[in-house]
């Protein structure tokens, strides 16, 4: 499945398969509205980020030590 298609059945259970997980094809069916959701959600997190982008601090709540 290429970024702009659509998830299928066939496609969600080769990713199970590929992951070693046990799907089935109803379960697999039920799944696409929300792999798809997903999807849409990573692509629109990938245009907000840039080769320049750098991550955020870490925040750290314990005392820091020298």
């Known amino acids: 499945m290429t970024a702009n298609e ?22 697999a069916a039920e799944l696409i509205k929300g792999v798809a959701r997903m999807q849409d959600m990573a692509r629109t997190v990938r245009s907000l980020l840039e080769s320049t982008t750098e ?8 005392e820091r030590r020298a």
């Not at 398969?17 to 109803?26: C, F, I, Q, S, Y």
């Open 6 to 27: 659509q998830p299928t059945v066939e496609s969600i259970l080769a990713g199970a398969r590929h992951a070693g997980l046990p799907l089935t094809e109803d379960e």
């Open 55 to 62: 991550p955020a601090p870490v925040f750290s709540p314990g």
